[in-house]
């Protein structure tokens, strides 16, 4: 069982940056593979990005490729979703999310254990 908790998000103007943590509880979390994806009001869930379980690689959504990073930190339980070049469209729940599998998928079906999620507004 992994229980993730995220944090970071808030108000912040277009052009600004944020930094999102996932804090995860369990022994067992450098073996997942973890995403975040977001949810805006009326929209359908989107992956924004993914990392393996080693850190090795990554993976982006197209509308967030060049502006956020992920990064994890095994030894600290934790994910981080640095985004910068914040724009309006990007305005969203951000949830973070492990999977158990050894490949990052871009399907929120495909995650194990899910966040409560952080709100994320960027102003124009």
């Known amino acids: 069982q992994v229980q993730l908790v995220e944090s970071g998000g808030g108000l912040v103007q277009a052009g600004g940056s944020l930094r999102l943590s996932c804090a995860a509880s369990?022994?067992?979390?450098?073996?997942?593979?973890m995403g975040w994806f977001r949810q805006a009001p009326g929209k359908e869930r989107e992956f924004v990005a993914g990392i393996l379980w080693s850190g090795d690689s990554t993976y982006y959504g197209n509308s967030v490729k060049g502006r956020f990073t992920i990064s994890r930190d095994n030894a600290k339980n934790t994910v981080y979703l640095q985004m910068n070049t914040l724009k309006p469209e990007d305005t969203a729940v951000y949830y973070c999310?492990?999977?158990?599998?050894?490949?990052?998928?871009?399907?929120?079906?495909?995650?194990?254990?899910w966040g409560q999620g952080t709100q994320v507004t960027v102003s124009s």
């Open positions: 369990g022994r067992t979390f450098s073996t997942y593979a």
């Open positions: 999310a492990a999977s158990r599998r050894l490949v990052v998928t871009r399907r929120g079906s495909d995650y194990d254990y």
